[in-house]
């Protein structure tokens, strides 16, 4: 479990409430007003996955550039019709690895 202390700025208080759902918040959420937060997903934590066809590893800290996958580009956010540049399978066919 991780707990962040975080202060919500005006400017960010759309984007943060669209980005956390994962999570449990303690104390007021107004603009500028400091809180708890407890979430089971570390924002930090890039995952891996790698095609069971091919082998071929999408990580996700590196993204793939010459695709227009930036760096830091989670798995979820690559659309369900992407298919790897190595052998075409599916989205469906990658699996999470640890490294």
């Known amino acids: 479990m991780t707990t ?12 943060f409430t669209d980005v956390v759902k994962n999570a449990t918040i303690f104390g007021k959420q107004d603009p500028g007003t400091e809180f708890l937060m407890e ?10 996955y790698m095609c069971v066809v091919c082998g071929f590893v999408y990580d996700e800290e590196q993204g793939l550039p010459d695709q227009n996958i930036a760096p830091g580009t989670r798995w979820e956010d690559i659309p369900d019709t992407w298919t790897c540049p190595d052998c075409g ?6 699996e999470l690895i640890e490294i």
């Open 4 to 15: 962040l202390a975080l202060e919500i700025l005006p400017s960010a208080q759309t984007y």
């Open 39 to 48: 979430s089971n997903v570390s924002p930090d934590v890039m995952k891996t």
């Open 89 to 94: 399978a599916s989205k469906e066919e990658f």
